[in-house]
């Protein structure tokens, strides 16, 4: 499978619901210049991002430049900029829904295994 487009504005749902709802619903606007914005709640927050590609799979690395320090869609606020990158594993699906997970686990025999989905990305023009 190809590696996603993720250059125009994506939503990201929370997998955790609430009243069979996301618990947390937010815009990702990747930049074609390596830039994005996360729309959280009152918060907004700049951060640079790419794709890297390993023998685990896809992984989307981001790293926060800037917030706003306001509530999240969670309530949470931003105190410090976190430092260094961040790194999500993606998994691509058929349907153009791509999920973000922790790091894959490995079976005996080596194959990646992926488990605790957080959440996931689908593009904004498809919400309805």
Request: contains cysteine; proline residues 9%.
């Amino acid at each position: 499978m190809a590696d996603p487009v993720l250059e125009g504005a994506w939503i990201f749902t929370t997998e955790a619901r609430q009243n069979n709802r996301p618990i947390c619903t937010e815009t990702w606007d990747f930049g074609s210049d390596g830039r994005m914005e996360v729309s959280s709640g009152a918060e907004r927050v700049q951060k640079t991002w790419r794709l890297e590609r390993d023998l685990d799979g896809l992984w989307l690395v981001m790293t926060t430049l800037s917030t706003n320090h306001a509530p999240d869609c969670m309530g949470n606020v931003t105190a410090e900029i976190p430092k260094g990158e961040d790194r999500t594993y993606l998994v691509p699906l058929n349907s153009g829904r791509v999920l973000t997970c922790p790091p894959p686990g490995r079976t005996p025999n080596g194959a990646p295994v992926v488990s605790g989905c957080y959440g996931g990305l689908f593009p904004a023009d498809q919400a309805g």
